[in-house]
Structures are given as structure tokens and as C-alpha cells.
């Protein structure tokens, strides 16, 4: 391995349907292929009560062939580096406290350059009294001060591009920290160096890379690959049931099955491949010839 890693990082939701089943695989493919080392983080922020569904996904990854190095992370048992982190920001009058609900936010008039969803700034410059008077009767979440409206990052696919930034939130009010801290905390302390993940969340990437840049961090290299589609053109989820496990090596007749599966939606094996491992498709594996679109089963 020449250092640094990839990784793989599900959130316990539900069982691995089709979609996180490709991103883990063209994950480790590409770790592998380029000597990194391979991570498991489980993201359970505020999931900690799934369990369950977190050590079947463990034990899908594993049927499926990927050999992950050194032991999981789990997300719930970092809140201190979290907080650290926040306290850190802080220090620096990067953050500030937000009383506003999420149907303020959608109802607040907002600059025509602004893309939908972002915070408007409503209480970015809240007084000292203001923001007392608030705080008696509802918990602030904490929010990043942005110095910037966006931030480039470059992805394989993708290319270079830029990604909004807004004030975006650092740990919400009932005290879980928000995702893109955590993310960014979690690659650096696992020494992950290359994101492969589904490009639903590229648009996140500008946040995560500028954060990570505030907080003295190395930046990682990106990896968006397109999602999977069930027949009616909607994304596969988790919590709508779609096929995982045993269904999915049902579906496809055994575990070889799927992986040939996977092999031909990215361009690795032909149609007429019915059976494959993951070692053959790390033999296979080559940047320029992957052919990743959007995949409808």
C-alpha cells in the first residue's frame, strides 16, 4: 500500500440494497487498484438504537468479498472529537447559534444566487440579547460562519466544479452533530484519502472540502458515481424497501451472480459474464475503462 485509503461508509437505515452494494464495490475496487488501504465507518449519529441493521451490513460487505483494514469506526462513539471540533471553530467566531426551524428556512426570502435549501442567514447576526431571549425557550443548533459562497473540488468523473457553500450546520439542536462535520472529522482520522461515494452527494462535497480546509485538514480526492433506479425511474432506498441480502443474491442466483452484475453496470464484464468474484474484477479494474452511468434494474 503507498498510504492513505478509501472507504466505505453506510449508514444503518436498513439492509445494503443494490445501489450501496455498487458504490462499496467500485469503493474497494478503486482503493485497492490504487494501493490504498480500505475503511469501514458505520454512520450512526443518531441511529445508534439500528444496530442491528449495521452488523448485517458488515456481514453483506463481507459476503460480497470486500476485506476492509483495521477495525470499524463507529460514529457514535465519537462525539467528543466532534465537539472539540465545534469548540475549536468556536474559538476562531467561525460558528454561531440558529433558532430557525426548517420551514423558516424554506419560507425565508433569499438572495436569486442562493440555490434552493441553502440558509438565508437569518440569525447570523442576531444580537447578544436576541440571541438570549431565543435561547430561553428553544435549544440552538450551531452553524459555520461561511467565509465564502462556494468552494471547487475535483471529481473523477465529474471533473472540476463549484460547489455552494452556505452556513451550514456544524451540530444540530438536540446536540448530534450534522453530517458534514462528522464526515470530514471521521476520513481525516482514518487517514482516508479518496471519497468514492453515490453523486447525490456531490453537491455536499464543497461543504465537507472547505471545512476540512478551516480545520487545517488534508483534502481527499472525490468519486461521485451515478445512482441506481428501480424501474419507475426512483432511486433505490433503504427505507422504501428495496431488495438487499437474500433477495438480491436470490434475484440473481448466487453471490458470483451479483458481483457479475455489478461487473457489467460499471463496464468490468460483459453481458454474457454470469459469474464473478471481486478478485476478477480487481484484475479488471482500470480508470480509464470504467463505464459508470446511471443504473435502472
Same mark, same amino acid.
Given at each position: 500500500?503507498?498510504?492513505?485509503?478509501?472507504?466505505?461508509?453506510?449508514?444503518?437505515?436498513?439492509?445494503?440494497?443494490?445501489?450501496?452494494?455498487?458504490?462499496?464495490?467500485?469503493?474497494?475496487l478503486?482503493?485497492?487498484?490504487?494501493?490504498? *488501504?480500505? =475503511? #469501514? %465507518?458505520?454512520?450512526?449519529?443518531?441511529?445508534?438504537?439500528?444496530? !442491528?441493521? /449495521?452488523?448485517?451490513? $458488515?456481514?453483506?460487505?463481507?459476503?460480497?468479498?470486500i476485506v476492509w483494514?483495521?477495525?470499524?469506526?463507529?460514529?457514535?462513539?465519537?462525539?467528543?472529537?466532534?465537539?472539540?471540533?465545534?469548540?475549536s471553530?468556536?474559538?476562531?467566531?467561525?460558528?454561531?447559534?440558529?433558532?430557525?426551524?426548517?420551514?423558516?428556512?424554506?419560507?425565508?426570502?433569499?438572495?436569486?444566487?442562493?440555490?434552493?435549501?441553502?440558509?438565508?442567514?437569518?440569525?447570523?447576526?442576531?444580537?447578544?440579547?436576541?440571541?438570549?431571549?431565543?435561547?430561553?425557550?428553544?435549544?440552538? *443548533?450551531? =452553524? #459555520? %460562519?461561511?467565509?465564502?459562497?462556494?468552494?471547487?473540488?475535483?471529481? !473523477?468523473? /465529474?471533473?472540476?466544479? $463549484?460547489?455552494?457553500?452556505?452556513?451550514?450546520?456544524?451540530?444540530?439542536?438536540?446536540?448530534?452533530?450534522?453530517?458534514?462535520?462528522?464526515?470530514?472529522?471521521?476520513?481525516?482520522?482514518?487517514?482516508?484519502?479518496?471519497?468514492?461515494?453515490g453523486?447525490?452527494?456531490?453537491?455536499s462535497?464543497?461543504?465537507?472540502?472547505?471545512l476540512?480546509?478551516?480545520?487545517?485538514l488534508?483534502q481527499?480526492?472525490?468519486?461521485?458515481?451515478?445512482?441506481?433506479?428501480?424501474?419507475?425511474?426512483?432511486?433505490?432506498?433503504?427505507?422504501?424497501?428495496?431488495?438487499?441480502?437474500?433477495? #438480491?443474491?436470490?434475484?440473481?442466483?448466487?453471490?458470483?451472480?451479483?458481483v457479475?452484475?455489478?461487473?457489467?453496470?460499471?463496464?468490468?464484464?460483459?453481458?454474457?459474464?454470469?459469474?464473478?468474484?471481486l478478485?476478477?474484477?480487481?484484475?479488471?479494474?482500470?480508470?480509464?475503462?470504467?463505464?459508470?452511468?446511471?443504473?435502472?434494474?
Open positions: 500500500m503507498t498510504g492513505g485509503a478509501g472507504r466505505y461508509a453506510p449508514s444503518p437505515a436498513g439492509d445494503l440494497h443494490l445501489g450501496n452494494l455498487r458504490t462499496a464495490v467500485v469503493a474497494y478503486a482503493a485497492r487498484h490504487d494501493g490504498l *488501504a480500505f =475503511r #469501514l %465507518r458505520v454512520e450512526d449519529l443518531d441511529d445508534r438504537s439500528r444496530r !442491528r441493521f /449495521a452488523e448485517r451490513q $458488515l456481514a453483506d460487505l463481507a459476503v460480497l468479498g483494514d483495521g477495525p470499524v469506526m463507529w460514529q457514535s462513539a465519537r462525539r467528543e472529537a466532534y465537539d472539540a471540533a465545534v469548540a471553530l468556536a474559538e476562531q467566531g467561525l460558528t454561531y447559534e440558529c433558532f430557525c426551524s426548517r420551514r423558516d428556512i424554506l419560507d425565508a426570502p433569499r438572495a436569486p444566487h442562493r440555490p434552493p435549501g441553502a440558509y438565508p442567514g437569518t440569525c447570523r447576526d442576531l444580537s447578544a440579547g436576541e440571541r438570549d431571549g431565543r435561547r430561553a425557550t428553544k435549544a440552538p *443548533a450551531i =452553524r #459555520l %460562519r461561511a467565509q465564502v459562497d462556494g468552494f471547487a473540488v475535483t471529481d !473523477r468523473l /465529474a471533473g472540476t466544479c $463549484l460547489q455552494p457553500v452556505d452556513d451550514f450546520i456544524l451540530r444540530r439542536a438536540d446536540g448530534v452533530s450534522a453530517y458534514n462535520l462528522a464526515v470530514v472529522l471521521d476520513d481525516s482520522a482514518q487517514g482516508v484519502t479518496q471519497v468514492t461515494r453523486d447525490d452527494l456531490l453537491a462535497a464543497g461543504r465537507q472540502s472547505y476540512a480546509s478551516l480545520l487545517g488534508d481527499v480526492a472525490y468519486c461521485h458515481i451515478p445512482l441506481v433506479y428501480n424501474t419507475a425511474g426512483q432511486r433505490l432506498s433503504k427505507r422504501d424497501g428495496a431488495l438487499a441480502g437474500p433477495e #438480491l443474491v436470490k434475484r440473481y442466483g448466487s453471490i458470483p451472480g451479483l457479475a452484475a455489478i461487473g457489467q453496470s460499471i463496464g468490468l464484464a460483459d453481458q454474457r459474464e454470469t459469474t464473478l468474484d478478485d476478477e474484477l480487481s484484475r479488471r479494474f482500470d480508470w480509464n475503462e470504467l463505464k459508470i452511468g446511471a443504473w435502472r434494474v
